[in-house]
């Protein structure tokens, strides 16, 4: 018999929002910028479990939270792909990470 | 009795370390690996929620696979130290208080939510999802969306191609 409150995972699931928007704006590498959005994603799923957790009676589950956390894993799994490979295709044309290179639409 | 709630607070706090070891890193690797710290807390956390289908795809898919990607693009780009110099004034005069009063709202909010039916029901013993029922709700309730990620992989896949190939 766990005692410990949803909300409490709510407020863990709120900090690492937080701290994923800090890194997002903190950071300047662009890999590491792709990490915070990938951190703000867990922060999400967390809360998502959370509240399936919490509507749950004691008899049955309710799942739909759980499955949203598949969908929302898919789509960070399709946006890792495709922004990995801009990612490296920015990098050989611009030969630079940083993201204040990055100024210009056309090259 | 006590054991969960000791579970709980060592992941979170592993968590909340791993988040601030990721803004605080020079290096991407070092980020990538908090990152993965990061992930390796919630997937305990899920499973101390009773969702251990859940704790298993985010330690396989995001642990495993996502981040391998990220480590394997890091490695190929030979990414070093972070550059600091030139970083915008706007990032550093908006972004960073923005950022900041989030932090605040969410604790606001959270501070003055009622503790409705919601924090009442999380004091009961945990119902572990079943994966039968995960997958029947999958595979019926939800049977269009998967299917729409099906096809949102087969862009991303193709999409991935595209950019990467070399210019002809």
């Known amino acids: ?107 | 009795m006590i054991v969960p709630l000791i579970v709980f607070f060592a992941c979170a706090l592993l968590a909340v370390v791993g988040a601030v070891l990721l803004i605080l890193a020079h290096e991407p690797i070092h980020s990538a690996l908090s990152l993965v710290l990061v992930m390796v807390a919630l997937a305990i956390l899920y499973l101390l929620l009773g969702a251990p289908f859940v704790a298993a795809i985010q330690i396989l898919v995001y642990a495993g696979a996502i981040m391998v990607l990220f480590v394997f693009v890091i490695m190929l780009l030979n990414a070093g130290v972070e550059e600091r110099t030139d970083w915008s004034k706007i990032g550093k005069w908006v972004g960073l208080p923005l950022g900041f009063l989030l932090l605040l709202e969410i604790a606001h909010w959270l501070y003055h939510s009622e503790p409705g039916t919601a924090i009442a029901n999380g004091g009961g013993a945990p119902p572990a999802a079943s994966t039968f029922a995960l997958s029947t709700a999958i595979f019926r309730q939800y049977l269009f969306p998967f299917e729409a990620t099906s096809i949102l992989i087969l862009i991303a896949i193709l999409g991935a191609l595209v950019l990467a190939r070399k210019d002809q």
């Open chain 1, 1 to 107: 018999m766990s005692a410990i409150p949803v909300s409490w995972y709510l407020a863990l699931s709120g900090v690492l929002f937080g701290l994923g928007v800090v890194a997002f704006v903190f950071k300047r590498n662009i890999i590491t910028i792709f990490m915070a959005i990938e951190l703000m994603l867990n922060a999400v799923n967390l809360a998502f479990v959370a509240f399936s957790r919490a509507h749950s009676a004691s008899g049955q589950v309710a799942l739909d939270g759980q499955v949203f956390v598949f969908f929302v894993i898919v789509v960070a799994a399709a946006e890792a792909a495709v922004g990995l490979a801009i990612v490296l295709a920015l990098a050989h044309t611009r030969q630079s990470l940083n993201v204040d290179r990055v100024n210009l639409l056309k090259f």
